[in-house]
């Protein structure tokens, strides 16, 4: 140090403190070079570095930039820990100047703070530092002293700085996290001027070429044409770059390539050799370049196509080279430069909207639904980032407009410098022009022929967002399935919106693409795979025309769009209102209805909108939980929650609701389902005129759920128990092949369903393998490419064409599912056990195992159910009051059995069932338990199991009914404890067949037409039927209300509201039941809509003052819906068919009746004719506009037209007397529109007119002069009215008439 101080004798204290700093910060840096090994000494690169900062600052001057402090490399990595840049010739005006000005560009950002730093080290772009380590090349350069590196870029690069030692005078640093898993790389650097070398390397200095050997590009296609070339021949080269290629990894061989343009042809150059990697970053793309010592290489992948090959004697000169170094050090000239040269260079499209004018399909306003194919174009853009839309997947935003995505460009080294405010410029990149509606208009994709080059670093901070890297899920599944860009962009998307909605209540965030590619795989139509689908990567990047999976795009492909359960439920409320239709509510007779006719029959509607008749498909992801506050399990997501109506069916026969408790706590999709509204309106309409007023509404609400079939979920992660159960049913399969699986489908609806689950749900099945197969035919360069991704992230090459957990689960003998995050304990959830225990793996006989405390179990069939109430019950856990609750009658097999550990859906054992005869139990669920309601069946056969205990009294029955409940009848009852649980034991599951116990009366299923026509039919009936219409009532009685009872449990409840459901048979068309139903006061029941099947229990059956039968709701009784309603049914009530019946045979005595027949019959006489106007209000006549009534006074001004005739029919079997009201007056009196009108309009001046027969003749207690009466007393008896049958008479002149009997 001495001897370097001593040259600057002449300087002040503070200055040679400073030089000696230089001295020890050199000392630090001077490491071992690579080219030779003798490294400098610190005096050595002191000095040049006290003379390269003269001749950067002033080289007249002798003022040394004491403000600035010396940094090693090892310094920069350790103890610079925020994001910094250093500029040495600006001053601090010129500074604040130029961070204000890109804070101003981009407003949510900071500019990077100063640092008066002056770093030195050694530029290389070897991997380590010991000079013997010669292909130690990767491509990445890196500035380093004796113990550390730093990675580093420069925008102008040169080969010829590289193995020199250098001052950096301007230059970026952005640390990043150090948990990189590379110690060495734990920041960034950006060199924004070129560094001063200190040393001079002679080697890098290329000999001299003389005009006559540099051939140009032409000359060189010449040369490769020639069938025989001479061995060892090398060309040197001169040409425009016209591409630059990725560097690729591929088994650990790193290689690029590049183009050379002249005029209309072009050659590709590759370069495998390590020590001209740096290369990458020296190219430039419109720069003219000479490169030489090139030799001729025949592609052996390519079909002996022919190349050039970099030699190691090759050099690289380009316009810019071995420039005088103080010359290209002026930091004033850098960003002009490059910018004139890009312009002149080639065409850069920087303006998309000029791109929109001449594109034919600009002006279509949104994707069309049909995905279609498009052609992407390749241009070259320039640009700025303005977004980092999702780092990890590479998708950013330039421009503030355009789209960028880097996903199908491996090589990532790029990534860091990518944050907001950098300037780049991308040539050969696709243009694709709305390929989704989840990402811009605009989209720019880079493939391996793209080459992505930062013009001028960004001067902002980086957002904290994490950079892009090779291992990143989305990527890793880009490569895997080999995605278009859409169905890549709905990935990204998927995976983020799964993260909002799932994570971490459901699903661990690294699990997160797992699930997201499972939906992947189902939304997506299962793909042709050809071989236009091989990715080959030395054909993307260097045959011409080019052709990549990016040249052809899907449009809009999946269409289906990720619905949160919040989202669906505003949609469909506001779909809701936005289609009803007042007037459509009405029957034909709402013309003539009275206020207190026409205003119930508006308080009740429906809308269902099957899901996938919707133009943008939604898809709806979520957990399946019961809270035990309702009827219906639910469908969750951490945005909210919507009750579900499901129900199981196979080959659309055999109807039943959904029972597997397995369910609960599964993870699923579904895009098969419909999403229903009902509608409750308040309304006070005076009549159908004024059904346009909204003011008449006085009060509206509606419910949202969905319906499916179980069978359309589609599993994305299944239960602790689903697991068990599949996996069983997998073995079952796989051990007994086909016979026993024809006999499990037999009596199985659920279980064959849920095999096909399992197979999508582990990935299984033929499907699965025709991927598998073409993924292992692929070419080998896409395997190198998985290589270099799969290496990233510690998967081995045998592993890496398919490489991850997914495919690792096809391989496994067993199938191993993965679970979600959160294995909840039971006792907390009702469905989802804990995961601890591995499942059913090691079910059977009792085995001292440590981590498991045993539990008891039994099983039982349910004979049938109650309905959910609130009831007074009085229990330990329960203080007082009326809590939610319900019962089921179950027969109980055997006795309680002890288990190790919990069976779960464990098989059925012969033991569970022996013992005792099967029994009658009454099981009582209270609060908690509640949860087990939507999936507790009629016939279905549980295991009801007690964990944590061994005591086997847990679970026996009391013999009679205990403390302070009045015994109505014998059965004894059991408490359902809230930490108990359910298992579903489908047929499958059950290899014996259980005793069979015939069933007590009462508990026997009827139909429609037993329940109507069985003498023995009990008080209380169960009974199976089809909604046809549903009408409620009119509020005649003062509902007892509990709300805070209601809130308190946080159950459902609708205040006050009694509806008749008209229940058809099954079977027998014609046969109907009404039935009145007290909804309020109780859970709402959701799914009660025409069109849906129904088990209706305990309902009571009365017999009516005219003998016909109807049912009553009773508080126990229960209503379950069996079967959906068919999905064209839309809103009108359903129409069964109706029986065609001969008057003579109804009115037989003791005749089975249908209830509704069509009567085929003539008019005989008109007996009676009526036409009034009444008051909408009071229902008193209503004359010239007024309401006649007088006391009170009634001041309506609303009236309302009715019609009435009695009329006698024969249809040659027998004759009847029918009722025919207002609407049908018209038809009979066979009047136009016209007519009817003028006869209302004469009606209303006399307030109503009234004839009736009198032997042949229609006479009127009235004035019987009245035109009117007259004219309606001959058109009663003329021939269009009424006719003697004639047997030649046509069919279509008889009047139809659907009539009801009644007698
Ligand atoms: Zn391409
Ligand atoms: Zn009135």
């Known amino acids: 140090m001495d001897s370097f101080l001593k040259q600057f004798r002449d300087r002040n204290q503070a200055e040679l403190r400073w030089l000696g700093e230089l ?32 001749e950067l600052l002033d080289p007249q001057s002798p003022v040394m930039p004491l403000s600035y ?31 204000r000005e890109a804070e101003q560009r981009l407003p949510n950002h900071k500019a990077l703070p100063r640092a008066n730093l002056l770093l030195i080290g050694y ?173 001729v290489c025949a592609l052996r992948t390519l079909g002996g196509y022919k190349v050039l090959c970099v030699t190691p004697q090759s050099h690289l000169s380009t316009a810019q080279a071995y420039p005088d170094v103080t010359e290209s050090g002026k930091e004033v000239s850098e960003g002009k430069v490059m910018e004139v040269k890009t312009e002149s260079g080639m065409e850069v499209k920087r303006d998309v909207k000029r791109w929109r004018v001449t594109n034919p399909d600009s002006g279509e306003n949104c994707v069309p639904p049909t995905a279609r194919t498009k052609i992407s174009k390749m241009i070259s853009y320039k640009g700025v980032l303005t977004k980092v839309l999702d780092a990890e997947s590479g998708l950013f935003e330039l421009d503030g407009q355009v789209g960028l995505c880097l996903a199908y460009q491996p090589s990532l080294r790029m990534a860091s410098s990518l944050r907001p405010g950098v300037q780049i410029e991308i ?101 042709q795979e050809g071989p236009n689908h091989r990715r080959d990567i030395y054909r993307e990047m260097l045959l011409e025309p080019h052709c990549c999976p990016l040249l052809e795009y899907t449009v809009g492909s999946p269409h289906q769009e990720l619905l949160s359960v919040k989202d669906l439920l505003l949609t469909m409320e506001r779909e809701c209102w936005h289609s009803l239709s007042l007037a459509s509510l009405l029957p034909p007779s709402g013309p003539y209805l009275m206020r207190t006719q ?13 899901a996938w008749s919707t133009p943008k498909p939604p898809v709806l992801v979520g957990v399946l939980e019961s809270q035990g506050k309702g009827v219906c399990v639910r469908l969750a997501d951490q945005t909210g ?19 597997n408790t397995a369910w609960l706590g599964c993870l699923v999709s579904i895009q098969r389902f419909t999403m229903v509204v009902e509608r409750f309106l308040k309304t006070d309409f005076p009549s159908w005129r004024h059904l346009d007023d909204e003011c008449h509404v006085t009060h509206r609400h509606c419910r949202v759920y969905i319906q499916f079939c179980v069978s359309d979920l589609q599993i994305l992660s299944p239960s602790a128990s689903m697991a068990a159960l599949l996996s069983t049913q997998q073995e079952q399969k796989a051990g007994d092949g086909g016979p026993k699986e024809k006999g499990a489908a037999e009596d199985g609806r659920v279980s064959r369903m849920e095999v096909t689950m399992a197979q999508k749900a582990v990935g299984g099945g033929g499907h699965r393998n025709r991927d598998r197969d073409s993924e292992q035919a692929r070419h080998e360069g896409l395997q190198g490419l998985a290589v270099t991704v799969g290496n990233s992230c510690g998967v081995g090459p045998t592993d890496a064409a398919g490489g991850s ?137 549980y ?107 946080g159950a459902d409840v609708e205040s006050s509201l009694n509806v008749k459901l008209t229940v058809g048979d099954l079977a027998i068309p014609g046969q109907i039941i009404h039935v009145y139903l007290k909804l309020s006061g109780r859970p709402y029941i959701p799914g009660l809509v025409p069109g849906a099947r129904v088990l209706l229990q305990y309902f009571q059956r009365s017999v009516s003052r005219t003998d016909s039968v109807y049912c009553r709701s009773v508080p126990i009784s229960c209503v379950t819906v069996t079967a959906l309603p068919p999905t064209d049914c839309g809103t009108l009530p359903v129409n069964l068919p109706v029986p065609a019946v001969l008057l003579g045979e109804w009115a037989l005595v003791g005749a089975r009746r249908c209830a509704v027949g069509r009567v085929r019959a003539y008019v005989t006489c008109v007996l009676y004719l009526q036409m009034q106007w009444v008051c909408s209000l009071c229902g008193n006549i209503f004359k010239q506009d007024r309401c006649v009534q007088k006391y009170p006074p009634c001041t309506s001004t609303i009236g309302v037209f009715q019609a009435e005739a009695k009329v006698a029919v024969d249809d040659g079997s027998g004759e009847a007397q029918v009722w025919i009201s207002s609407q049908m007056v018209s038809g009979l009196l066979g009047l136009g529109v016209a007519e009817w009108e003028g006869i209302q309009r004469l009606v209303k001046v006399r307030g109503h007119v009234r004839v009736y027969s009198q032997g042949r003749n229609m006479v009127s207690i009235a004035d019987a002069e009245d035109p009117l009466v007259e004219y309606l007393s001959s058109l009663c008896v003329s021939t269009v009215v009424c006719r003697p049958p004639q047997p030649d008479m046509p069919a279509e002149e008889a009047i139809p008439m659907y009539c009801r009997a009644e007698t």
């Not at 020890?24 to 003798?38: G, L």
């Not at 880009?478 to 209540?505: A, D, Q, V």
């Not at 847990?954 to 009679?960: I, K, Q």
């Not at 039919?1017 to 089809?1026: I, K, M, R």
Request: aromatic share 6%.
């Open 23 to 54: 001295y020890q910060c050199a000392e630090a840096s001077a490491c071992p070079r690579a080219n030779c090994a003798a490294a400098p000494s610190a005096g050595q690169l002191a000095l040049s570095a006290v003379r390269g900062l003269q």
């Open 69 to 99: 402090s010396f940094v090693s490399v090892s310094e920069l990595v350790t103890k610079q820990n925020i994001p910094c840049c250093s500029r040495l010739t600006w001053s601090t005006h010129q500074y604040r100047e130029w961070a």
């Open 123 to 295: 530029l290389t772009d070897r991997k380590c530092a010991e000079p013997s380590a010669t292909n130690g090349s990767d491509g990445t350069w890196r500035v380093r002293d004796q113990s550390f590196s730093v990675c580093c870029k420069a925008v102008s690069a040169q080969p010829n700085w590289l193995q020199q030692f250098m001052l950096f005078p301007s230059w970026n640093y952005i640390p990043q996290n150090a948990s990189a898993q590379n110690q060495q790389t734990r920041g960034f650097l950006e060199l924004t001027a070129p560094p001063v070398p200190l040393t001079l390397d002679i080697a890098s200095v290329a000999p001299e070429r003389s005009c006559s050997e540099i051939i140009t590009v032409a000359d060189v296609i010449k040369v490769l044409q020639q069938r025989r070339r001479k061995g060892g021949v090398r060309l040197h080269v001169h040409g425009v770059v016209s591409a630059v290629c990725p560097l690729l990894d591929i088994a650990g061989k790193s290689f690029f390539c590049f183009c050379l343009k002249d005029g209309e042809s072009s050659v590709p150059v590759l370069v495998l050799d390590v020590d001209h990697l740096c290369w990458q970053q020296c190219l430039r793309v419109g720069e003219g370049v000479c490169v030489s010592e090139l030799r």
């Open 427 to 527: 040539h050969n990149v696709h243009f694709l022009y709305r390929a989704s509606s989840i990402c811009p208009d605009v989209l720019l994709c880079v493939c391996l022929r793209s080459s992505l080059r930062v013009t001028n670093f960004s001067g902002l901070q980086p957002g904290g967002a994490s950079h892009p890297n090779a291992e990143a899920p989305a990527l890793r599944i880009l490569l895997e399935k080999n995605l278009g860009i859409s169905e890549y962009l709905w990935l990204c998307h998927c995976m983020k919106t799964l993260k909002e909605r799932l994570c971490p209540r459901w699903v661990r965030e690294q699990r997160v693409a797992v699930v997201a590619s499972r939906l992947l795989d189902l939304v997506l139509p299962p793909r």
């Open 598 to 610: 026409l205003n119930p029959l508006l308080s009740w509607s429906f809308h269902s909108l099957p």
């Open 641 to 659: 929650a919507v009750d579900c109506v499901a129900v199981g069916s196979e080959d659309g026969q055999s109807h039943c609701t959904a029972s």
């Open 805 to 941: 957990e997914l495919s690792a689960d096809d391989k496994s003998p067993r199938p191993k599912i993965p679970r979600l995050a959160e294995e909840r304990d039971g006792a907390e959830y009702g469905g989802r056990s804990s995961g601890a225990e591995g499942g059913a793996s090691e079910p059977g006989a009792v085995r001292g195992r440590l981590q498991s405390d045993g539990c008891v179990s039994v099983v039982f069939r349910v004979e049938s159910k109650q309905g959910l109430t609130f009831q007074n019950v009085y229990t330990s856990s329960v203080a007082s009051g009326r809590s939610l609750c319900f019962h089921v009658t179950v027969m109980m097999f055997g006795e309680p059995r002890l288990w190790a550990e919990n069976p779960r859906v464990h098989p059925l054992e012969a033991s569970e069932t022996m013992g005792v005869e099967p029994r009658e139990v009454d099981l009582q669920f209270v609060e908690k338990s509640v949860c087990w309601f939507p999936l507790l069946q009629v016939d279905g056969v």
């Open 943 to 1049: 295991r009801l199991v007690a964990p944590h205990t061994q005591d086997p009294g847990v679970l026996c029955v009391p013999s009679a009914p205990s403390k302070g409940r009045a015994v109505l009848h014998s059965t004894p009852y059991l408490l359902v404890q809230p930490q108990w649980r359910l298992y579903t034991l489908p047929p499958s599951l059950r290899p014996a067949p259980l005793p069979m116990v015939t069933r007590a009366k009462e508990l026997v299923v009827m139909s429609v037409s037993q329940v109507l026509y069985s003498s023995s039919a009990s008080a209380l009936v169960s009974f199976q039927g089809l909604i046809t219409s549903r009408i409620t009532l009119e509020e005649n009685e003062k509902v007892p209300c509990f709300p805070e009872e209601y809130s308190e449990t």
